[in-house]
């Protein structure tokens, strides 16, 4: 099992495109088992202790079975198909990934 955790921010104006790439990559994500365990849209008083001037616009917790199953999913035709939307759309993001601890 491989566990991802993203901090997604968005280019200012872009949430629309945003939100339309991520209804097709959670969908096609399922083929490959792929699972939303939490997605969350924080507000800024959801912050405890931030350095940070800028806000993720939302947070992702998603797991897949293997790296394979992950791979096979980010190298599908059909995410390739709509990426533009993304790309247009997410200023950065940090993805870490990990697997959960007993």
Known sequence: MINITQLIYIVPGKEEDFLA?????LALMEVYEGKVIHRL????DSFIDNKQEELPYEIHFLSFPSNDHLQAFLKDDRRQDFLYLKEGSVKTAITVLGEKLS
């Open 21 to 25: 790439f991520e209804e097709l990559a």
């Open 41 to 44: 849209r924080p507000s800024a």
